[in-house]
């Protein structure tokens, strides 16, 4: 990938673009990335969203602002980061500046509190396809582990009301020891197959 004015551009754009119609939450602009950055560019594969959309929920502050970083370093280093962060913030900036100014009279409209109701009923649709979309990434693997902790910690938040920042650290320290233990076993079976790959080499020699 070239990073040339251009591409630093598009980065920019892209960004200022998604954050101008992120309204109601800051998960509402996954989907918006899924489309604009593996779609439309292919700048990401499914995986790296989903890491992206996991830190950047689990670390402080708007999920917005940490995706943005993030997508900025992976692609383009700190210079992305200062130009994802730029897209990002302004629009806000410029909107709600504008809006402090008509405050009262935005607050006291009848059509614009129909218009924020109607908004609510979009955003919770958007939310709802990126549950169903990325929980199908993660269930796809087909492993009983992330069944387990998507159920647990649904449960945990939804019927025990446990912190949420608790919930995160927890699957991310078991995500840490399920790593290292698949890659132990990995390194296991390639052992097991060189050993028997040059057992096999041995008795074909000493049959020669």
């Known amino acids: 990938m070239v990073r040339d004015k251009r591409f630093y551009w598009d980065l920019f ?16 602009i996954v989907p918006l990335m899924r489309r604009k950055f593996i779609r439309e560019k292919k700048w990401l594969d499914e995986d790296e969203m989903l890491d992206l959309t996991a830190i950047a929920q689990s670390a402080p502050g708007s999920i917005a602002i940490n995706a943005s970083i993030l997508l900025g370093y ?25 809006v402090s100014l008509f405050y009262a009279a935005f607050k006291s409209n009848e059509y614009v509190v129909l218009a924020m109701k109607g908004m609510q009923a979009g955003v919770a649709a958007i939310i709802l396809d990126v549950v169903i979309t990325m929980g ?14 998507m159920a647990g910690s649904f449960a945990a938040v939804f019927f025990f009301s446990v912190n949420v920042f608790a919930v995160i650290i927890v699957c991310g ?21 060189e050993e028997y790959r040059r057992k096999k080499q041995e008795e074909r020699g000493d049959g020669a």
């Open 136 to 149: 199908k990434n993660v269930l796809s693997r087909k492993r009983a582990m992330p069944y387990f902790m």
């Open 74 to 98: 992976r692609l383009a280093g700190l210079p992305g980061v200062a130009i994802t962060v730029l897209g990002t913030v302004l629009p806000p900036l410029m909107i709600l500046s504008l």
């Open 173 to 193: 320290g078991i995500g840490v020891v399920d790593t290292l233990y698949g890659e132990r076993l990995r390194q296991i079976r390639f052992r097991k197959k």
């Open 13 to 28: 754009v892209a960004t200022f673009q998604l954050s101008a119609f992120t309204v109601g939450g800051g998960f509402v």
